[in-house]
């Protein structure tokens, strides 16, 4: 079935300083590829989304590029801030259809000032 | 911006209490899901629905059970608890041609 590989973490940074949070996937067909954010004490909120191939989401500063020939999404910020700290989770469709998503593990982020 | 609601926030109980965790949204959202979220942040998707009625189980296997009578209401329950069944449970629902989720702020479930 689908599934998804995310970075392990925890991952620490200094303030300002580039992110990168690997995701790989393995899927049949042509699934839609999310990544969502859960700061501490909350549910997981939409960070963004791409549905076809070279697409790309962005959202606060952050993007990720739909990449079919690497099956890869990763998650990138160019400066990030204290206030990133949080647990970030890859995800995408299942075989079921759009509306039974499979999650990575999740990849701990603390930002430090 | 979500407006789907998980009570309680927290909840300590004894071992072989029967328990309700209690979810509502308020969007008019037809598909609902309950996940368990481990330690490590994993999450297992345990239980959802596509409507009023409609029950599935999800991938992870839990002796929790779940009831959808009316569109906003999702309950799980618990029939006996135990310790093994400490976890954070996730709430989440979405439009029926929707792929967002929006999930609630969890229910954080210790068993003594």
């Known amino acids: 079935g689908n599934s998804v590989t995310q970075m392990e973490g925890p991952v620490t940074l200094s303030e300002e300083a580039f992110l990168t949070i690997n995701c790989t996937y393995t899927?049949?067909?042509?699934?839609?590829l999310f990544w969502y954010v859960q700061y501490p004490g909350e549910g997981l909120q939409l960070l963004l989304k791409?549905?076809?191939?070279?697409d790309k989401g962005s959202n606060k500063g952050f993007e990720a590029t739909y990449r079919k020939e690497t099956t890869s999404f990763h998650l990138e910020k160019g400066s990030v801030q204290v206030s990133d700290s949080a647990v970030y989770f890859c995800?995408?469709?299942?075989?079921?259809?759009?509306?039974?998503?499979?999650f990575g593990q999740g990849t701990r982020l603390t930002i430090n000032p | 911006e979500a407006d789907i609601y998980q009570t309680p926030r927290y909840l300590v109980i004894g071992t072989g209490k029967k328990i309700t965790l209690e979810c509502s949204q308020t969007?008019?959202?037809?598909?609902m899901y309950w996940y368990q979220q481990d330690p490590g942040m994993e999450l297992h998707l345990i239980h959802y629905?596509?409507?009023?009625?409609?029950?599935e189980k999800g991938d992870l296997s839990s002796e929790s059970t779940v009831s959808r009578i009316r569109t906003e209401h999702f309950p799980l329950t618990l029939e006996s608890a135990r310790p093994s069944h400490t976890s954070q449970y996730l709430c989440?629902?979405?439009?029926?041609?929707?792929?967002?989720?929006?999930f609630g702020s969890g229910t954080q479930l210790s068993v003594l």
């Open positions: 989440a629902s979405s439009r029926q041609a929707d792929e967002k989720l929006f």
């Open positions: 899927a049949t067909g042509y699934p839609s």
């Open positions: 791409a549905t076809k191939a070279d």
């Open positions: 995800a995408l469709t299942g075989i079921q259809g759009a509306q039974k998503l499979v």
């Open positions: 969007m008019g959202h037809d598909k």
């Open positions: 629905s596509y409507g009023v009625n409609s029950t």
